[in-house]
T-cell receptor, first 112, second 113 residues
């Protein structure tokens, strides 16, 4: 079945450490997105990529970095510059604006 | 700047009730509107997608309407069941250099037996 796979499901980060969240899709979608979800708030866009080797900052990109070397993969790195990284991170993809977005199952990141 | 508001923030109903969840948005220049369901600790599941030219979409016990001119959408759930308990999120797709999905904060629904 086609879909989006996010790993790991749970991730713990120590102070000053960089961590990378994986997002892989087999839907053949061109566009991919990373969102952050905090309790009681709507999802906020971190980064997006519309094609391979191209990506753009979203609304809250500071402290995060991404790469898009393959169509199927869009990993997100949470750097030590992100001061409040504890949140639920969701990856999504879309083929174009007509068909809506598909989301992965999320990664919960906690700072320890 | 587009803002999406969902009312109520939380709702608790007995099983079997028909219920309506509300979503409003400030800018009517949208491509489409999508309703999602989110179970605790899980990702988002798409329920219904309404294009800007459409008035409503139906899937089983779910019906979503869209009134773009007034900036409103409703999600109607018929004969609610305990399995419907979840958070329901509304999101609009807008254009601003790129296609951007903007979310409301959600309505947390609890259906009790």
């Amino acid at each position: 079945d086609g879909g989006i796979t996010q790993s790991p499901k749970y991730l713990f980060r120590k102070e000053g450490q960089n961590v990378t969240l994986s997002c892989e899709q087999n839907l053949n979608h061109d566009a991919m997105y990373w969102y952050r979800q905090d309790p009681g708030q709507g999802l906020r866009l971190i980064y997006y990529s519309q094609i391979v080797n191209d990506f753009q900052k979203g609304d809250i990109a500071e402290g995060y970095s991404v790469s898009r070397e393959k169509k199927e993969s869009f990993p997100l790195t949470v750097t030590s510059a992100q001061k409040n990284p504890t949140a639920f991170y969701l990856c999504a993809s879309s083929i174009d604006r007509t068909y809506g977005y598909t989301f992965g199952s999320g990664t919960r990141l906690t700072v320890v | 700047k587009q803002e999406v508001t969902q009312i109520p923030a939380a709702l608790s109903v007995p099983e079997g009730e028909n219920l309506v969840l509300n979503c409003s948005f400030t800018d009517s220049a949208i491509y489409n509107l999508q309703w999602f369901r989110q179970d605790p600790g899980k990702g988002l599941t798409s329920l219904l997608l309404i294009q800007s030219s459409q008035r409503e979409q139906t899937s089983g016990r779910l019906n979503a309407s869209l009134d773009k001119s007034s900036g409103r959408s409703t999600l109607y759930i018929a004969a609610s069941q305990p399995g419907d308990s979840a958070t329901y999120l509304c999101a609009v797709l807008v254009s601003g250099g790129y296609n951007k999905l903007i979310f409301g904060a959600g309505t947390r629904l609890a259906v009790h037996p």
